[in-house]
């Protein structure tokens, strides 16, 4: 970030004298610069802390899906601290025990089912596909013969 970088006074050294009449000569410049740094994993941290405490209970943040985008920056050198000003956007979605939801569908019909999904706000949509196709109307009682799978788009 350009704003965290403070560059000193520039102090030049020529090899000659100013009227000294040369074939080659050679011009040094010394300066010193101050930098404020952080680390990128840490800030998406704090954002990431930030986000959780303004959102709803049972939902969480896609962490792939954070995106950040840096403004300006206001540098204190003597303190050695920085202001920074980021846009940051992430997806969220709802965290749902799957294992939980499918212990309670077990054996139950249609009526039932939908009962116990409406415990659950964040599903949207249920698909149902029974098989062999003939079998349908109810859920089997047995978890190894139910699977479920969440389409978070």
Do not use: C
């Not at 740094?37 to 840490?42: E, K, L, P, R």
């Not at 802390?49 to 920056?73: H, R, T, W």
């Not at 979605?93 to 089912?113: A, R, Y």
């Amino acid at each position: 970030m350009d704003d965290a970088i403070d560059f000193g006074e520039v102090t030049y050294v020529v090899s000659n004298s100013v009227d000294e009449m040369v074939d080659n000569f050679t011009v040094t410049a010394k300066t010193k610069a101050t930098a404020v740094s952080f680390m990128g994993d840490d800030l998406k941290s704090v954002l990431k802390q930030d986000v959780a405490k303004n959102v709803e209970a049972g939902v969480k943040i896609e962490e792939e899906s954070l995106s950040m985008q840096f403004g300006k920056s206001d540098a204190d050198f003597e303190k050695g601290t920085i202001i920074i000003r980021v846009n940051a956007a992430a997806k969220i979605k709802p965290s749902i025990d799957l294992e939980n939801l499918k212990k309670g569908i077990l054996g139950k019909g249609e009526d039932d089912l939908k009962a116990h999904l409406e415990t659950y706000p964040d599903v949207e949509k249920v698909e149902i596909n029974y098989w062999p196709s003939f079998i349908s109307g109810k859920i089997p009682a047995y978890e190894s013969r139910v699977d479920i799978e969440l389409d978070n788009n």
